[in-house]
């Protein structure tokens, strides 16, 4: 199992969630979150932002299942330009359904 959490642009999320579900990855977790990128945020005018809004999705999926997800996610969410966002995975070495204590997905 693995754990995979994509920072992405706000203005994507429904598009991304909305072909992840058709893909069949229905459970997630969405978190509103700020940060940057190697650019050091972006400054227009005379302003600069240090800290921009992203959302992170996270998810717990099969490991032969994990290129689909990143493969779906980067296809949709990709425009080509910096703050795109970026894809992080990590292995899971368990997981436990609180309410009936059963392991595994």
Do not use: H, W
Request: charged share 25%.
């Amino acid at each position: 199992m693995e754990m995979v959490r994509a920072v992405l642009r706000p203005n994507s999320i429904d598009r991304v969630v909305c072909a992840l579900e058709e893909a069949g990855f229905f459970s997630m977790t969405k978190i509103n979150v700020f940060g940057r990128g190697k650019q050091k945020g972006i400054k227009v005018g005379d302003v600069q932002y240090d800290e921009l809004p992203k959302t992170m999705l996270m998810f717990v999926v099969n490991g032969r299942d994990t290129q689909r997800l990143i493969d779906t996610i980067t296809k949709v969410a990709g425009t080509g330009n910096f703050g795109d966002g970026k894809i992080f995975i990590s292995p899971v070495d368990a997981v436990y359904t609180i309410r009936t204590g059963e392991s595994g997905l």
